[in-house]
């Protein structure tokens, strides 16, 4: 197996080319093979459904080479569990659970070089992906549906890596509707944010904290990711009809458990953000941002966390707990971790 010409503590969270993707089509009422590719591109027709009406869904988790050199994938049953309800929610055909883990598992083995060493902070990036490719002008769900996994080698999401990120928030900007797809993994949700993250961006922050689109009292997403706040030894996250529910907070909030803190679930008015004593993004790309400072671009009101340029402590222990599970550094007690058995060479 030759090694691929790549730097891997240098990686970014970007594209690399690897050696295979795996493709799954529903057709005639049922799942065909699953087939293996090395083009990067989908042949397509000009009328597919998912290109005028937006049926499409999409995943994210990861495969991590452990400390004992195993291959661990985190927890892809919820990933499975997360597309199905995607693909119900725009009247997508889903793939079933099996299905979809035997696919992660092809797509891992197939790309087996491609997976970072250990003690790099590198990781396999899996995007398992749902497009509806009948040929149609009318507006109407698709008969005829494509499942497509890519991975990726990827390095940290934020460039500088676990240390607190400067956040932003305007009710200029929703992320989605009150009643609308904020809850299921869709490629619109992300197309709706771009024009908040680009200001974000272009004003010097790392990503726009949504408040919800209705009332705008509460808080809602960060950026792409789950919002998080600590304090009194309680984790606090958002429970809200628009926010994804992200298996890395639902991780995080086991995990908070096991280290003796409280775990609430409920609606953060936005007031509550000056009582934190810290607050963090959450996801499979960062796994824990935490959060310096939030500035509220309408009324000038500037909210900070903890010392400059240092991650709270429950977050921190939140974090290392995490990444130790998934780097087989510590016991994997809840059995998130799938070890992938590759055939002997």
């Not at 500035?295 to 000038?300: E, R, T, V």
Request: net charge negative; with cysteine; charged share 25%.
């Amino acid at each position: 197996m030759n090694e691929p010409n790549l730097e891997w503590e240098k990686l970014s969270f970007s594209y690399t080319k690897t050696d295979y993707n795996v493709r799954c089509t529903y057709k005639d009422g049922k799942w065909g093979p699953i087939e293996v590719s090395d083009s990067e591109y989908v042949p397509m027709h000009i009328a597919a459904a998912c290109l005028h009406y937006g049926q499409e869904s999409f995943e994210g988790l990861k495969a991590f080479r452990g400390k004992d050199g195993k291959v661990r994938v985190f927890r892809m049953e919820e990933n499975a569990k997360r597309f199905i309800r995607s693909a119900e929610g725009i009247s997508m055909q889903p793939m079933p659970v099996e299905l979809f883990c035997e696919m992660v598992r092809k797509v891992v083995k197939l790309n087996e070089r491609f997976i970072p060493p250990y003690g790099t902070g590198a990781s396999l990036y899996i995007r398992p992906l749902e497009i509806g490719i009948s040929a149609q002008v009318g507006v109407a769900p698709a008969d005829e549906y494509m499942v497509i996994m890519l991975v990726t080698p990827v390095g940290p999401y934020f460039k500088n890596g676990f240390k607190p990120i400067k956040v932003c928030m305007s009710r200029e900007y929703d992320r989605v509707a009150p009643k609308g797809t904020g809850s299921i993994k869709i490629g619109g949700n992300y197309a709706a944010s771009l024009n908040a993250g680009q200001k974000a961006h272009e004003l010097g922050y790392s990503v726009m904290l949504y408040l919800d689109p209705k009332e705008k009292e509460y808080l809602d997403e960060c950026g792409a990711a789950n919002f998080f706040g600590v304090k009194d030894n309680t984790y606090i996250t958002p429970d809200s009809s628009t926010v994804l529910p992200s298996i890395t907070n639902m991780s995080l909030c086991e995990l908070a458990k096991d280290l003796g803190m409280k775990v609430e679930r409920r609606q953060i008015p936005l007031s509550e953000l000056e009582t934190f004593e810290e607050c963090s993004a959450c996801g499979t790309a960062a796994v824990c941002s935490p959060i310096g400072r939030i500035d509220d671009l309408d009324n000038g009101k500037v909210y900070t966390y903890g010392e400059e340029g240092k991650a709270g402590e429950m977050t921190t222990k939140l974090y290392d707990a995490l990444r130790g599970i998934q780097y087989g550094e510590v016991p994997d007690e809840h059995g998130w971790c799938e070890i992938i058995e590759f055939d002997e060479k």
